[in-house]
């Protein structure tokens, strides 16, 4: 799609289409990831959900019944199908029976292999071979678009030094520069030569930033470090990310200094956008505007959408909180349009970027790359 259509797209956008753009759907409260029925009956009764939350994440059925609201515009992407018949459903309804025909765009967390598993990344890493890196992504990535997934979370970059926190084997590792050169191989692996090819996804760096320095390893905890520290440590890896060319950043659930990263626009807009030049998206983690709240920056979901949006997250996974407060807070002059229309502008021009205006739907393959020989024996290879 020309910049010129694009534009005219964007002309053609209500108020409410132009917010749905803003809302990804998550198949639990947790974003894109599986929910036990123990761990669901514990958020019951802690009131985290409702009983009808509940009821769904029983019957697998939060990624359903959202068929009206893709007709209505007010959905701009899914995390969590890896289907390629379920994904293509929901893309035919957004591309035929919606006002605008705006397609979806489908995510995953495509860390370490989507059908063929590769060594997890903290694995990998020890192999000191960019090239290794580099391939293992690009199989991972034409797997995941044969399913019409087109945007991954990955590469997850934050420099772990502390063996407690749980996520040490998503990333590579204790050093900024083994990290850095992990971070920008894998976004030549995902992409590829060009991102709107068939067999290329969106990249995400993640999570922006200092993540892996949550105090005493407990996830979602507080980071307390200098500026030094944060741009000599935790923030080179996210900058080779983007000087690779990286099309999104995801913002991380812990704060930095006492502002949680999600609406922090030191992170957000001075490095960001200001110093490193980044113009492409920026999204929420799973219910990270939410978090907000948690860490006592936010009053209330209406502030902390206010205050994610104003910071520069441009896409709200899993909360609705943008859908149901971008409104209000417009109305009561909290943000302006003008915080909305960038965010859909970012949006808009990432499902260009893959190519989802020409091509929304997953073909069925003459042959899958999915778990083929050749990617068993890269599997293989980079395990030995």
């Known amino acids: 799609m020309t910049e010129q259509a694009l534009r005219a797209l964007f002309d053609a956008l209500s108020q409410e289409e132009k917010i749905g753009q803003l809302y990804q759907v998550g198949p639990s409260p947790v974003g894109g990831f599986t929910v036990s029925a123990e761990d669901a009956r514990q958020m019951l009764e802690t009131g985290k959900i409702t009983e009808t939350e509940y009821t769904a994440i029983l019957e697998n059925s939060l990624l359903d019944g959202r068929e009206d609201m893709i007709r209505q515009g007010r959905i701009g992407s899914f995390i969590g199908i890896n289907d390629r018949k379920k ?170 200094n006492g502002l949680p990263c999600t609406m922090n626009p030191y992170l957000l807009q001075t490095v960001l956008r200001e110093q490193w030049q980044f113009d492409g998206a920026v999204i929420s983690d799973a219910h990270g505007i939410e978090e907000c709240i948690a860490h006592g920056t936010a009053q209330n979901p209406a502030d902390a959408a206010a205050k994610a949006l104003r910071a520069g997250v441009d896409m709200d996974m ?31 021009r990432l499902k260009a970027a893959v190519g989802l205006f020409d091509r929304p739907y997953a073909e069925e393959p003459e042959e899958s790359c999915a778990l083929s020989d050749a990617h068993r024996a890269l599997a293989k290879r980079a395990a030995v």
């Open 87 to 256: 994904a293509n459903r929901l893309q035919k309804i957004a591309v035929e029976e919606s006002r605008l025909g705006i397609p979806l765009i489908f995510s995953m967390d495509v860390v370490h292999g989507h059908r063929t598993v590769f060594p997890i990344p903290l694995g990998e890493a020890c192999s000191f071979d960019p090239a290794l890196f580099r391939a293992t992504a690009r199989a991972a990535a034409r797997e995941a678009a044969e399913d019409n997934v087109r945007w991954t979370f990955a590469p997850m970059m934050d420099v772990s030094r502390d063996p407690r926190w749980g996520r040490v084997a998503e990333g590579a590792g204790e050093d900024p520069y083994l990290t850095s050169v992990f971070a920008a191989e894998k976004v030549r692996g995902f992409q590829g030569e060009t991102l709107d090819a068939r067999d290329s996804v969106a990249a995400c760096a993640k999570h922006f930033a200092a993540y892996g320095a949550c105090e005493g390893g407990r996830d979602y905890n507080t980071t307390d470090m200098s500026l030094n520290r944060l741009h000599e440590v935790y923030l080179p890896p996210f900058r080779a990310a983007v000087e690779t060319g990286c099309a999104t950043v995801m913002a991380a659930f812990n704060d930095r």
């Open 318 to 348: 899993g909360t609705e909180f943008y859908t149901q407060h971008l409104e209000e807070l417009l109305n009561a002059g909290e943000i302006t349009m003008e915080h909305i229309n960038r965010a859909v502008r970012r949006i808009l």
